[in-house]
């Protein structure tokens, strides 16, 4: 009787240990803030997201993932946006019409190098179609992308149309799927599995009480920090570190959103801050890697209407001095995000035999405990 028990009971802590793949999971609380109940983008009321995720045969890792912003039509009802460069070497698309008029007017959709223009074609063609948009002649997708040429074969593009419409149908509120999905099928992080992350912070209600969430599609490296915790020298698998780490390489796209009333200048601002969050995970903003930010605000008194006979607009927007409570967030969050994308990712084979481990969740627990991150 015992041992059946004891079975029993060890078969309920492997389940329970595979259920857990965020880092808060296990103990490890980042930053002071606390998260949103899904500790997610989709914290923020209105937002959500979609994967489709390709994985075939022994070369095709890859995927697409889609954040709209707000249950509307994104292209009447825009919202304020704004984009930050950490470093440019990538391929955003739409950037430019976002740092001109500030605003957003699709969902924002994530993939692969070469997948960037079907996905702006298939962007476009769902807000032509969508009710309400049937005298619509221009759109300006945002769309954009990191290379995951190392385990999917990137060069056959193998992101059509129709996958990035169903993520973008697909997307729905609530927990976000994380690790080796979507756009992060085929990335990897600090040499290790990345992927997907996600995770969200709530203000305190003397400080407006907002939510901020963040989306990460994590394909960098450099030296892998937790919570200040030197995670990749203790692994010894670090930038530099030897003939296997000579890289760091990557991208890693970042989507900030919030409910708080923020407009396009202050959400640049924020974008900032998420620089800054991945900075405290170690990527370094290699010369190859294309670090973008884009936010968003998806407060509904401050959406754009396409079709407007006002010539003057007035909104209440957050003053200056109020957001520094915001930037913080933004910065925990992200930190958490790039980290969750890590935790959740499974070691990967792929084109041409190519394989990358995950993360050693036991090893790097053992190491936090050791530094007293977790007790």
């Keep these: 009787m015992k041992r059946g028990l004891l079975i029993l009971l060890s078969i309920l802590f492997s389940i329970l240990i595979q259920a857990q793949n965020r880092v808060r999971d296990f103990g490890l609380h980042i930053g002071v803030l606390s998260p949103g109940k899904l500790n997610a983008i989709t914290d923020v009321a209105g937002v959500k997201v979609g994967h489709t995720t390709l994985f075939e045969g022994s070369s095709v890792r890859t995927g697409v993932t889609a954040i709209i912003p707000h249950d509307g039509n994104v292209f009447q009802e825009k919202v304020p946006a704004a984009v930050y460069v950490g470093n440019g070497f990538g391929k955003l698309a739409g950037s430019t019409q976002v740092m001109e008029l500030g605003n957003i007017e699709t969902p924002i959709i994530l993939t692969n190098t070469l997948g960037v223009s079907t996905a702006i074609g298939a962007a476009i063609e769902y807000m032509l179609n969508l009710k309400g948009n049937e005298h619509v002649q221009s759109v300006n997708a945002i769309v954009g992308e990191t290379n995951d040429g190392y385990l999917n074969d990137i060069r ?3 992101v059509k149309k129709q996958h990035v419409l169903d993520a973008i149908y697909h997307a729905k509120a609530g927990a976000v799927q994380e690790g080796s999905v979507g756009a992060g099928t085929g990335t990897i992080c600090f040499g290790f599995k990345g992927g997907i992350g996600t995770s969200s912070r709530v203000l305190p209600e003397k400080s407006g009480g907002y939510t901020i969430g963040v989306l990460v599609q994590s394909n960098f490296g450099g030296v892998l920090q937790m919570d200040g915790v030197p995670v990749g020298e203790e692994l010894k698998q670090f930038y530099l570190s030897d003939q296997l780490m000579d890289k760091a390489d990557g991208s890693c796209m970042i989507v900030v959103a919030t409910d708080a009333p923020v407009d396009a200048r202050n959400l640049e601002r924020m974008a900032k801050r998420a620089i800054l969050g991945l900075a405290k995970t170690g990527g370094i903003g290699s010369n190859g890697s294309g670090d973008y930010v884009i936010a968003f605000s998806s407060h509904p008194h401050l959406r754009v209407k396409h079709d407007s006979n006002d010539r003057t607009e007035t909104m209440d927007v957050l003053r200056n001095d109020a957001m520094s409570p ?7 969050a992200t930190e958490e995000a790039i980290i969750n ?9 792929g084109n041409e035999g190519h394989t990358i481990k995950a993360l050693p969740k036991e090893e790097v627990i053992k190491i936090l405990k050791k530094h007293q991150a977790i007790k």
């Design 341 to 349: 994308s890590l935790f959740a990712a499974e070691a990967m084979t």
């Design 156 to 158: 056959a593009r193998l």
């Design 326 to 332: 915001l930037f913080m967030a933004v910065i925990e």
